[in-house]
């Protein structure tokens, strides 16, 4: 539904309340500037000229030694093997592999799979048959590190599944920027939205925190910003997950002086067990858990330690500046913004600047404004929604999605969760649900508001 200019000022009204009272309180909100309504003019990408100071796709962000970012990145790359603890099922076997489009870090072409059910009405994610994620390699045959012959079997959909969804790398440019964001900002975000578009807030628990950050604590409740469905909170844990998710390593952690084994369970191929000894040869070391591949090991009180490889790709992803934009015309910006706005793009996609805090946990500069066009928020996207949840949602909700950022779109050769358009015109189209209205605004734009907001667009 078309805002009424007095309908725009009634949301930023809204939202500029509660950064002032957030700045009140004490807190400050990244991000609280003012929001644009449909009919205003607004510039796509920000007005900032030190918005994206990276040279290229793939640098660090400022303050960031060569060394570090080279070690963090040479790990990130580094080819996983059977004596790391790789498989028995994994995705690929360096994270690198996957994150290649534009430079390491960026999005990927491949397509992993997800699968599972509906049962009498809510999701069911077929756990006991692998699910919801089928591994796409194996290990294959080995010999296992009790001496006995292994063979690990590929994963298959099984034929009762009847959801089946695709799910494209994500690009991790600018990814420590927006581990910054706080759950306050993220609130605001969802209040300044019309009724019709307003977003869902993810609350998930943080599993895995960042040491260095006291926000964060094991079990704590927080917003989601990382994954498809905004389903993890911490970018630390982003990287455990992945690493048992992705490449099949077990790890173990101490956070406070607790041992953290969320992430210490090996995959199980179609739900089955390897046999002793056949799920790979990981390392595992003094005071870490049977069957974990590597770990911090024994935690002595008060030990917060993030097992080493989990830690350097959390440095890298953190390390990563955005990817820096392309030459445009102010004018061309201009249109293309206001176009963007126009079609209802930016009540979910806003073109709004964020802000890190003065004192950022995770190391990144303080007071940096980035701009990654997106509110962080899951919303129902009908058709377009994968059908995938956790086991017990409703269909309603297994067709969330977070709002993808839309920065790098330059680097990238494939769009949208499942990879299915190759331009962005065709992720315009495919857009349901809540943002079904914006497809038909699009549609109706001039084709000179259309060119600008393309050329605006792929300027990022």
């Known amino acids: 539904m078309r805002m009424s200019n007095r309908s725009g000022i009634n949301r930023r009204a809204s939202a500029l309340a509660l950064c002032s009272g957030a700045i009140l309180t004490g807190g400050l909100i990244a991000g609280c500037a003012d929001t644009p309504g449909d009919d205003e003019p607004v510039s796509f990408n920000s007005t900032e000229q030190d918005i994206t ?9 400022p303050g960031i030694t060569a060394t570090d970012f080279n070690n963090a990145r040479a790990s990130f790359n580094t080819q996983e093997g059977l004596d790391d603890g790789l498989g028995p099922i994994m995705n690929e076997t360096a994270c690198g592999h996957c994150h290649t489009q534009g430079s390491t870090g960026g999005a990927g072409v491949q397509i992993e799979s997800r699968f599972g059910r509906f049962v009498n009405g809510v999701f069911d994610t077929m756990a006991s048959s692998g699910g919801s994620l089928r591994q796409l390699m194996t290990v294959g045959s080995f010999t296992g590190s009790n001496g006995k012959a292994c063979t690990v079997p590929l994963e298959v959909i099984p034929s009762t599944a009847t959801v089946r969804a695709g799910r494209l790398t994500t690009p991790l440019f600018g990814a420590g920027l927006i581990d ?4 306050a900002t993220i ?54 997950d992945a690493y048992l ?37 990981g390392p595992g070391g003094a005071g870490i858990p049977a069957g974990t591949d590597d770990g911090v090991g024994t935690c002595a009180s008060g030990q917060s330690e993030i097992q080493d490889d989990v830690d350097e790709f959390f440095k890298f992803m953190t390390f990563l500046a955005p990817v820096p934009r392309l030459p445009i015309d102010a004018n061309t910006d201009l249109a293309g913004g206001t176009a963007f706005s126009k079609a209802g793009c930016a009540d979910c996609h806003l073109l709004k600047d964020y ?38 949602d409703s269909p309603a909700t297994t067709r969330l999605m977070r709002t993808a950022p839309l920065w790098g779109l330059h680097v990238r050769t494939k769009f949208l969760h499942d990879g299915r358009a190759s331009n962005i015109t065709d992720a315009i189209h495919a857009h349901a649900g809540q943002a079904a209205a914006s497809v038909t605004k699009f549609d109706a734009l001039s084709s000179a508001e259309k060119t600008a907001m393309l050329t605006a667009m792929n300027s990022d």
Do not use: Y
Not at 53 to 61: E, I, K, Q, S, V
Not at 180 to 183: E, F, G, L, R, V
């Open 53 to 61: 100071p990276a040279a290229a796709a793939g640098d660090p962000l």
């Open 180 to 183: 910054t964001i706080s759950d």
């Open 187 to 240: 609130a605001a975000n969802q209040s300044a939205q019309a009724t019709a578009v307003r977003g869902v807030i993810s609350r998930v628990k943080v599993l895995l925190p960042n040491p260095a950050d006291s926000s964060q604590v094991i079990n704590g409740t927080r917003s989601g910003k990382f994954g498809w469905k905004a389903q993890i909170a911490s970018l630390v844990q982003f990287s455990a």
């Open 245 to 281: 998710n992705e490449m099949g390593i077990t790890t173990q952690h101490c956070i406070g002086g607790n041992s953290v084994l969320s992430f210490a369970t090996e995959s199980k191929p179609n739900g089955v067990a390897q046999p002793a000894g056949c799920d790979d040869r």
């Open 355 to 392: 802000v890190t805090p003065a004192h950022p946990a995770n190391g990144v500069p303080a007071n940096f404004k980035f701009r990654p066009r997106t509110d962080f928020l899951l919303h129902d996207m009908g058709s377009l929604g994968d059908s995938i949840g956790n086991d017990g």
